[in-house]
């Protein structure tokens, strides 16, 4: 790869390819008739690599992984894109698989838990200690 205009250019030819040609799914409407859907696959890092090695031959690895400084700006720009398509898509209800979504982009939900210990019987002490003597043999 020369420049970073090239894998730019790479990426564009990808989402052309990947905007025209989209998947077709079969759904039934609510009075049973089959119709075929046309839906637009995601943008993803996985197919970006297996579509320009496909194309030119290459690995384009070291590239997104930022090992070439001055391709760092195009791959954020690139990296952002292929997020947003992923994350808005499944907002919107176009990819239906936002937990895979989430984990691809390393979103994640935190929740956090309290346990408060509450007496079951009140007036018992369930603390038992060993109030027994020593008991010498």
């Known amino acids: 790869m020369n420049n970073p205009k090239e894998l ?3 990426w564009e030819q990808y989402k052309y ?3 025209s040609n989209p998947d077709r799914i079969e759904q039934a409407t609510p009075k049973g008739d ?3 859907l046309r839906v637009r696959k995601p943008y993803l890092k996985q197919g970006f690599h297996a579509f320009v090695f496909k194309l030119k031959g290459y690995s384009i690895k070291d590239y997104l992984d930022n090992k070439y400084e001055e391709f760092s700006d195009v791959v954020t720009c690139i990296r952002n894109e292929w997020e947003d398509d992923q994350i808005s898509g499944s907002l919107t209800g176009r990819y239906k698989a936002p937990n895979l979504v989430a984990r691809l982009n390393g979103l994640k939900e935190q929740t956090e838990n309290t ?3 509450k ?3 009140k007036g018992i002490d369930l603390n038992v ?3 027994s003597e020593n008991i010498e043999q």
Do not use: A, G
């Open 115 to 117: 346990n408060i210990e």
């Open 17 to 19: 390819v990947i905007d």
């Open 34 to 36: 089959i119709v075929e």
């Open 129 to 131: 200690e060993d109030k």
């Open 8 to 10: 730019m250019d790479l």
């Open 119 to 121: 007496p079951i019987f």
